[in-house]
């Protein structure tokens, strides 16, 4: 971080001594000598501002993506200010509250997926259960399925996503010699 600042310190002696140096007057000097203080206590106390308003927030900003990419979903980025940081944050915490949802929601419908799975292995094993119950959790079980694969339809991904029930890669169009066409992949 310094080393940014050194350039313009160093540059600011030089002025300062050769201007101190070619000054007849003894109170010019002093007054050269005092506007050199200031100016570097100014050029120093820079850095400690910038490291406190910018680089503390990223990094709380990366702790927090970090942690939220190991899995750990209740992880939140504090938000401090409205600035750029601060939107970035609140973005990252919004983000992680959608996966949370999505997770919830896959969660549920396989739950109920499964449950509807053991009751027509029951039916089946048992022969108890009419053949409009199973028909019945079958359907069910379909309209479970098919919610899931909607949710999954809505998000664009990297360079795939759904289309008509199968995963469409896209060439990026920033890849030299591409002409930016879809690709099937299942």
């Given at each position: 971080m310094w080393i940014y600042f050194l350039p313009m310190l160093m540059v600011l002696l030089c002025i300062g001594a050769y201007l101190i140096y070619e000054s007849g007057n003894q109170y010019i000097r002093y007054r050269i000598i005092g506007a050199m203080f200031a100016a570097m206590t100014l050029l120093m106390a820079i850095p400690f501002l910038f490291i406190r308003n910018i680089v503390e927030p990223l990094e709380h900003v990366l702790m927090a993506v970090r942690k939220i990419t190991e899995g750990n979903l209740d992880t939140t980025v504090p938000i401090r200010n409205s600035d750029e940081i601060g939107k970035i944050g609140e973005q990252i915490n919004a983000l992680s509250v959608n996966i949370q949802e999505i997770l919830l929601h896959?969660?549920?419908h396989s739950r109920d997926a499964g449950v509807f799975l053991e009751r027509i292995e029951h039916y089946v094993r048992s022969s108890e259960?009419?053949?409009s119950d199973t028909e019945q959790d079958i359907a069910l079980i379909r309209n479970s399925m098919e919610e899931m694969q909607n949710m999954v339809k809505t998000f664009e991904y990297y360079d795939i996503r759904m289309d008509d029930d199968r995963l469409v890669g896209?060439?990026?169009?920033w890849l030299p010699d591409s002409p930016g066409e879809k690709e099937k992949i299942s």
């Open positions: 896959v969660w549920n259960g009419s053949p896209a060439i990026p169009s």
